[in-house]
């Protein structure tokens, strides 16, 4: 057990610029998430797969938000046009499945920081 | 629809005191409730997890919480704080028949004083 591996764990780009970050998930794993933290707060659910499938989106993922797990092991979030308000740890988590899902935890990585100048 | 409430963003304890973290939690089906350590900089880590079963739930580090429905609560304690305790604590819900979003709190900031 490797851990939860996440690529840039720090990103500094202009507004308007894209950005893509990577999540390396432990391998065993089928399920992997996205969420988004800012200061003072609780990870907020962004996106889920289960596998490659990407089977639920938050209202807070905009147009601008896209992410892809191609073949069902690491993922990659890609931001475009940057706003300042996306500025935010992005946190990545994997877990198994369970039967009656929602019960298996989710072991996070470290996350990757993102500030928009 | 889920929901997490934790109460006190802030706590601070003398070493060797009593921690009690406060959680409540809103759910329309039996839930799984989850309580998760973060240090500065990094992701979260679980302390401990109630599924089903027994109530009262052991995790890591010493920490433990109880499970009461009829309260809809899963307070976090330990009976003895140490300085490396001080970290951000986050009380998470997921519900059972086919769910797979977690629900976070919006913290409770631990401080442990000498």
């Known amino acids: 057990d490797t851990g939860v591996s996440q690529d840039p764990r720090h990103k500094i780009t202009k507004r308007g610029q894209n950005v893509t970050f990577r999540c390396d998930p432990i391998s065993e794993h089928n399920r992997l998430y996205w969420y988004r933290q800012t200061l003072g707060q609780g990870p907020e659910f962004l996106t889920y797969?289960?596998?490659?499938?990407?089977?639920?989106k938050s209202r807070l993922l905009s147009d601008r938000f896209s992410a892809e797990r191609p073949k069902g092991s690491f993922s990659t979030l890609e931001i475009q046009r940057t706003e300042q308000g996306d500025s935010a740890m992005y946190l990545c988590a994997s877990s198994k499945s369970s039967g009656t899902g929602g019960g298996q935890p989710q072991h996070f990585g470290d996350g990757t920081r993102l500030s928009i100048l | 629809a889920q929901s997490v409430t934790q109460l006190g963003s802030h706590v601070s304890v003398s070493e060797g005191a009593l921690v009690l973290l406060r959680c409540n939690y809103s759910s329309s089906v039996p839930p799984y409730l989850f309580w998760y350590v973060q240090y500065p900089n990094q992701g979260l880590q679980l302390l401990l997890k109630y599924t089903t079963g027994a109530t009262l739930v052991k995790g890591i580090n010493g920490f433990e919480a109880e499970f009461k429905k009829s309260e809809t609560s899963f307070h976090l304690t330990k009976p003895s704080a140490h300085m490396s305790d001080a970290a951000e604590y986050f009380c998470?819900?997921?519900?059972?028949?086919?769910?797979?979003?977690?629900?976070f709190g919006a913290g409770t900031r631990l401080f442990v004083k000498a």
């Open positions: 998470a819900v997921s519900e059972a028949t086919g769910g797979f979003k977690t629900i």
């Open positions: 797969f289960q596998n490659e499938a990407q089977l639920e």
